[in-house]
C-alpha cells in the first residue's frame, strides 16, 4: 500500500477525533492538544486492525504517532511496504 | 451484533454461575462483614483458571474470548463484587503484561499470574490524585541500572495480598508503569478499612519509601505510562466493571423476585402491588439494556475494534448507573429488612456505590462520552469521508 492510500485512510480515522480534518501532515497531534490520551489508544487499535501489524513494546516511541507523516511512516516501515 | 451463545460459551455460563451460587454468594456477606478474602477462595479462582483467563495458551491460561470472560465477571459481580475487584485488577496487569511487556517480562510473570500462585494489584490512584491520574505525585529517579520510587499510593484493591503491583511515576515529569514486588525494600503496606462497599476487597495503602526497582521493571516506555500503559489497564477494567455492574444488578433482580413472592403486606404478596412492580419493571428493563451494551462490548472487543474503547465506556457507566438504581429500589423494596445484613441487597447497595467511582469515575465517563457525542456529530456533517471513516470503526 503507498504512503498516499496509508495518510488517507489515517486522515479519515482521526476525522472521527478532531474537528479538523485538514490537519498538516507535520503537525504535532499530542503537543497541540488536538487528541487526548484515549485517542493513543483508539490509534493503537486503529493502526493494527486497519493495517494488519502489531503495535509492540518497542514501538512506543512518540516519533511513530506524533504526526500524519508520522504514523503512515510507521505503518509503511511495519508492514514492509516503505519504499 | 449477534448474542446468542455457542455451546461453549452457554457451558461456561452454566459452570460460572453454578461456582457463584455455591461458593461465592452464600459466604459473600459474612466475608464482607469481615472485610476479608480467604485465600482459600482466591486460590481456588485460580486453580480453576479463572485468575489468568485473560492470558493466551502458551502462558499455562484457560483462555476465554471477551465474551466467556465478560460473563465470568457478570457472574462473580452477582456473587461479590469485592471479588470481582481481584479479578479486574489482576487480569489489568495481565493485560498490561501481554500488551506493553517486552519478553522477558511477559515469560517471568504471566505464567505465575495465569495460574493465581502470585496476586497482582494496580497503583494508579493516590491519596491527592484520583480521576486526575495523569498527575499522579510519585516519582522515579533514575540510580545507576535503577529507579528509585518515592510516593504513595491509595484505594489499592487487594493490595494486603497482592504478590506485585503496577506503580504509576513519573521520571522526569514524563509518566512511566513499574512492578514492583511486594518485598521490594521501601515499601510499606498498610490495610485500609472501614469502607462504603468492597469491603473484602482487601484494600491497601502503599508508602514507597525510596523504592529501589530494577530498569528492567518498567512497562512500555518513559512517556507512555499513562496514555498507553493505563489507558490499556483501564479499558480493560472498565470492561470487566460494567459487566460486574450488570451481576450485580442481576441480583438486585434476582433478591427482589424472590423476595416479593414470599413477603404479605396488606393481605396480598407485594409482588401484586402496582408500586411494587414499577420498581421491578424499571430494573429488569435496565438489567436487559445493560446486558446489550456489554455484549455489544464483547463483539468490538473480539475484533479488536477502535470503538470498543468507547462502547466500553458507555457500557460502564450506564451499568453501573443502572446497577446503583436497581440496588436502591432493591433496598426499598425490602423495607426495612433491606437494611439488615439478613438480605444481600444493603451490600449490594454500598457496593454499587463503588461501581461508579472506580475505574474512571462516571463524572470522568461522562465528560469522554459526551465529548465524543460530538465530535461523531461533527464527523456525520462531513458526507464526502462517510466511507473513508469506517476504516477501523
Known amino acids: ?83 | 451484533m449477534d448474542i446468542e451463545l455457542n455451546k461453549l460459551q452457554q457451558a461456561a455460563r452454566a459452570e460460572f454461575r453454578a461456582f457463584v451460587d455455591e461458593r461465592v454468594a452464600p459466604v459473600a456477606d459474612e466475608f464482607d462483614r469481615k472485610e476479608q478474602m480467604p485465600d482459600a477462595l482466591i486460590r481456588t479462582l485460580g486453580q480453576r483458571g479463572y485468575l489468568g483467563a485473560m492470558a493466551p495458551a502458551e502462558f499455562g491460561a484457560k483462555t476465554m474470548d471477551a465474551l466467556t470472560w465478560g460473563m465470568l465477571c457478570e457472574e462473580i459481580g452477582r456473587g461479590s463484587a469485592s471479588l470481582l475487584s481481584l479479578l479486574t485488577v489482576h487480569s489489568m496487569v495481565i493485560q498490561t503484561l501481554l500488551r506493553w511487556g517486552n519478553d522477558g517480562q511477559r515469560k517471568k510473570w504471566l505464567p505465575l499470574l495465569a495460574s493465581g500462585d502470585r496476586i497482582a494489584a494496580f497503583g494508579l490512584t493516590e491519596p491527592e490524585v484520583g480521576s486526575d491520574a495523569g498527575n499522579t505525585r510519585t516519582e522515579a529517579i533514575a540510580d545507576g541500572s535503577d529507579y528509585i520510587l518515592n510516593g504513595s499510593k491509595r484505594w489499592i484493591s487487594f493490595g494486603q495480598v497482592a504478590d506485585i503491583f503496577l506503580i504509576f511515576a513519573h521520571v522526569d515529569g514524563k509518566p512511566a508503569a513499574f512492578l514492583l514486588e511486594r518485598h521490594a525494600a521501601g515499601l510499606d503496606i498498610e490495610a485500609i478499612t472501614g469502607l462504603l462497599g468492597f469491603r473484602s476487597a482487601m484494600l491497601a495503602e502503599l508508602k514507597l519509601d525510596a523504592c529501589r526497582i530494577a530498569a528492567g521493571n518498567m512497562i512500555g516506555g518513559i512517556g507512555f505510562g499513562f496514555s498507553h500503559v493505563a489507558g490499556t489497564a483501564l479499558d480493560h477494567g472498565r470492561y470487566c466493571i460494567g459487566w460486574g455492574a450488570l451481576g450485580l444488578l442481576q441480583g438486585c433482580v434476582n433478591a427482589c423476585l424472590e423476595y416479593i413472592g414470599q413477603r404479605k403486606q396488606f393481605g396480598v404478596y407485594i409482588k401484586d402491588h402496582q408500586l411494587i412492580q414499577e420498581m421491578i419493571a424499571e430494573m429488569v428493563v435496565h438489567a436487559r439494556a445493560a446486558r446489550l451494551m456489554c455484549h455489544h462490548a464483547a463483539c468490538l472487543r473480539q475484533r479488536g475494534a477502535t470503538s470498543t474503547i468507547m462502547e466500553t465506556s458507555i457500557a460502564k457507566y450506564f451499568t453501573s448507573r443502572a446497577a446503583v438504581k436497581a440496588a436502591l429500589d432493591a433496598v426499598q423494596i425490602h423495607g426495612a429488612n433491606g437494611c439488615s445484613d439478613r438480605y444481600p441487597v444493603a451490600r449490594y447497595l454500598r457496593d454499587a456505590k463503588i461501581l461508579e467511582i472506580i475505574e474512571g469515575s462516571n463524572q470522568v465517563q461522562q465528560l469522554i462520552i459526551s465529548r465524543h457525542a460530538c465530535q461523531e456529530h461533527v464527523a456525520a456533517s462531513r458526507p464526502a469521508h462517510t466511507e473513508t471513516l469506517k476504516a477501523g470503526s
Do not use: H, W
Open chain 1, 1 to 83: 500500500m503507498d504512503a498516499e492510500s496509508i495518510m488517507q485512510q489515517v486522515r479519515a480515522f482521526l476525522g472521527q477525533y478532531i474537528s479538523d480534518v485538514d490537519v498538516d501532515p507535520e503537525e504535532n497531534l499530542f503537543a497541540s492538544g488536538l487528541v487526548n490520551s484515549l485517542f493513543a489508544m483508539q490509534l493503537v487499535l486503529f493502526v493494527e486492525n486497519g493495517f494488519g501489524i502489531q503495535v509492540a513494546n518497542e514501538d512506543l516511541d512518540f516519533e511513530n504517532f506524533k504526526s500524519l507523516n508520522a504514523i503512515t511512516g510507521f505503518i509503511q516501515k511495519k508492514s514492509g511496504t516503505s519504499a
